[in-house]
C-alpha cells in the first residue's frame, strides 16, 4: 500500500524566502507523486509529478521536488516565496492499478507574510 | 478548451431532496472522477470512470450514484440527500491510463438542511 506523510499542517513564510514543504511516501515500491496545490475556493491545480523518469521535477510556478528513494521523500521547494503561494498544497501518491486513484491527505496550509 | 467545468457552482437542498450534479470536459479523456472535500481534509473518492459507459466505486459511494453515459459527462447523483452530505464536490479527469495527471473542475458548493 501507498502513503505520505506531510510533515506540516502549516508553513509560515516571509515573502522573498524561501518554502520546503516535507512529504514523505511509505511504499514497498516507487510511487506516482504528485504536488497539488489549491487555492482558496479554488479547484486543484497539478504542479508537477514524478512517475519513476528524473529525480528533480521541475513544476510550474517556480517550483520543483526532488524524489529521494534513499530517504522516501518528495519535497517540494521554490527558492522565492510570493504572495499568490498561499495556497494549501497536497502530496499525493497514486495507485496505478484500475483507476489510477490518487489517495490525499491532509495537506499543508502556506501562509506568506509581507 | 474549457478543460473541466462543473454545474452547478452552488446549490442548498433540503433533505431527502434529489439532484444531479453535472461534469463536462473537453480534453477528450478517458478517465474520469468525483470526490468530496470536507473542511480541513483533503479529497475523497467517490466515484471514478475508466472509459464511456464504465463507473467504479470510490473509498465513499454510498449515497451516490454515477453515470458516463457520454465520454465527455459524468454525472453524480444523490438520490435522496442527507446533511452528512453538505461538502465542496470536485470532478477531475485524466486522459488514458498511462497519461496520468488529473485536471479538476472548479468544485461544487453543496448545503443540506
Avoid at chain 1, 14 to 33: A, F, I
Avoid at chain 2, 16 to 25: D, I, P, Y
Wanted: hydrophobic letters at 35%.
Amino acid at each position: 500500500a501507498q502513503s505520505v506523510t506531510q510533515l506540516d499542517s502549516h508553513v509560515s513564510v516571509s515573502e522573498g524566502t524561501p518554502v520546503l514543504l516535507r512529504c514523505n511516501y511509505s511504499s514497498s515500491y516507487s510511487p506516482s507523486l504528485f504536488w497539488y496545490v489549491q487555492h482558496p475556493n479554488k479547484g486543484l491545480q497539478l504542479l508537477l509529478k514524478y512517475t519513476s523518469a528524473a529525480t528533480l521535477v521541475k513544476g510550474i510556478n517556480g517550483f520543483e521536488a526532488e524524489f529521494k528513494k534513499s530517504e522516501t521523500s518528495f519535497h517540494l521547494t521554490k527558492p522565492s516565496a510570493h504572495m499568490s503561494d498561499a495556497a494549501e498544497y497536497f502530496c499525493v501518491p497514486m495507485i496505478k492499478a484500475a483507476g489510477n486513484k490518487l489517495t490525499f491527505g491532509g495537506g499543508t496550509r502556506v501562509l506568506v507574510k509581507p | 478548451n474549457a478543460g473541466v467545468t462543473q454545474t452547478p457552482k452552488f446549490r442548498v437542498l433540503k433533505t431527502g431532496q434529489s439532484m444531479t450534479l453535472l461534469c463536462a470536459q473537453d480534453m477528450n479523456h478517458e478517465y474520469m472522477y468525483w470526490y468530496r472535500q470536507d473542511p480541513g481534509m483533503g479529497l475523497r473518492l467517490i466515484h471514478y470512470s475508466v472509459g464511456e459507459g464504465t463507473t467504479a466505486k470510490g473509498e465513499v459511494p454510498d449515497g451516490y450514484n454515477v453515470s458516463r453515459l457520454k465520454k465527455q459527462n459524468f454525472l453524480l447523483g444523490l438520490e435522496s440527500a442527507a446533511p452528512s452530505q453538505t461538502s465542496v464536490y470536485f470532478c477531475a479527469s485524466s486522459q488514458s491510463r498511462n497519461r496520468v495527471e488529473q485536471y479538476f473542475g472548479p468544485g461544487t458548493r453543496l448545503t443540506v438542511t
